[in-house]
């Protein structure tokens, strides 16, 4: 059995393949330093990293992948649908959303049984329900975030750029406020950063927002070496006094500075632990 002191994350990746392959790359270079790794996905999804991932495993990493059924048919979906590669229209995203939300009780029942207890939930923004699980088990939940840091800043300064309004022409370039570097971009380019990227999204847009203002803290798919400018100033605009990095992986100690190779990760310092 393993030793109860040995971290334990549970990954809840997005059922896409632009979140599917850093998730799975983030529980490696995790597992690699000694973390258990839990990773809930679909059967669809499983088989793709099958191979992967059994690689990681015949090396001796401590990874564990827990199949939970997709209720696509439930939702309007031809059974075998469980990738947004998938879809093929803006209809079939909301049915696949709504897909997404009746996992919970299946990832509920899953984390009864885990041993050792996870001692954290790292979820995809997507995943916005997991915010209930973490509060209801006294998990502490992280945030997966695809995006890199650059896209992040502008998203949080676009969110208070009240001149955007102003702007009638989707053609017109405006400089982005509040940058380390000039950020030039069209009205038509902010689709997906100050507004949903499909108008039918815009709940769950609002959802996302909501479960990372409640969770602990995000871990985005960059590196310092990549952009350091702008995740020291995303940093600094949600709020520094409030945002650690994470140094030594798994050490779960939210006053530690770490980095892990390819992602930075940001932890509300005072929050840690609490759950």
Not at 158 to 171: A, G, T
Request: charged share 20%; with cysteine; hydrophobic share 40%.
């Amino acid at each position: 059995m393993a030793n109860q002191k040995q971290p334990h994350f549970v990954l809840i990746p997005f059922m896409a393949q632009g979140h599917m392959i850093p998730s799975v790359d983030l529980g490696r270079m995790l597992a690699r330093r000694g973390v258990i790794i839990t990773i809930f996905t679909t059967p669809v999804n499983a088989k793709r990293f099958d191979s992967v991932l059994a690689q990681a495993v015949g090396t001796g990493l401590p990874i564990h992948v827990i199949q939970i059924d997709f209720p696509a048919a439930e939702n309007g979906l031809p059974e075998g649908c469980e990738c947004f590669d998938m879809l093929t229209s803006v209809e079939s995203t909301l049915k696949f959303f709504a897909a997404c939300k009746m996992l919970q009780p299946s990832v509920e029942q899953k984390l009864k049984e885990l041993k050792p207890s996870p001692s954290c939930i790292l979820a995809d923004m997507n995943h916005t329900w997991a915010n209930q699980v973490a509060e209801k088990f006294g998990i502490p939940r992280l945030i997966f975030q695809g995006f890199c840091c650059l896209t992040l800043l502008c998203k949080h300064n676009l969110s208070k750029f009240k001149e955007l309004d102003d702007i009638i022409s989707d053609s017109e370039y405006f400089t982005v406020p509040d940058m380390p570097h000039q950020i030039e971009l069209t009205k038509a380019q902010t689709a997906g950063l100050d507004r949903p990227l499909v108008p039918q999204w815009k709940d769950l847009h609002k959802e996302i927002e909501e479960a990372e203002n409640g969770s602990l803290g995000v871990v985005v798919n960059t590196f310092e070496e990549l952009e350091p400018d702008f995740i020291a100033w995303y940093r600094k605009a949600t709020g520094e006094q409030n945002v650690h990095h994470i140094r030594r992986c798994g050490a779960c100690a939210a006053k530690e500075m770490v980095t892990l190779p390819s992602f930075y990760v940001s932890v509300k310092k005072d929050d840690w632990g609490k759950g």
